[in-house]
């Protein structure tokens, strides 16, 4: 018995520590995009490579993570996306990597506060706010 609630409580405190190093990477892509955000600088690949290579290199969260856990956030190679300056679009995918998501999040998130802000007239209209 003893065997089974200790693995229940390992897989516990793994599932405890992902979360917590999921919302500690989400806070820091949030600093990066908002950077761009505020100038005006559109979503596109490039951008979103470096988004990812910046919160990926935070001395911060490598310090407050072991290796383990930071390599599960690390995108597969094996998942290639353009490096383009064109807009980023995923079509209908919705399985992206974790600093992908968080920084299209951000993006969608801004742009939703700023169509709520303007005036309907002036609001252009795109089909995704990270430029697809």
Known sequence: MNELTTHHADHGLAALRFQTAARDLEH??????????????PLTWRLLHAIEAE???????????????????QRPSAL?????????????SNALPAVFAFAVAVYEHAYRKAAQA???????????????
């Not at 290639?80 to 064109?86: F, G, H, K």
């Not at 303007?118 to 697809?132: D, I, M, S």
Request: proline share 7%.
């Open 118 to 132: 303007a005036p309907r007239a002036n609001v252009r209209r795109r089909a995704r706010a990270w430029g697809g």
């Open 80 to 92: 290639p996306y353009p490096e383009t300056d064109e807009p980023v679009d995923f079509g209908a």
């Open 55 to 73: 919160a990926l290199a935070d001395l911060g969260f490598a310090s407050r993570h072991d290796a383990l856990m930071l390599g599960l956030f």
């Open 28 to 41: 820091i892509v949030q600093s990066i995009a908002a950077r761009y955000i505020v100038q005006q600088v």
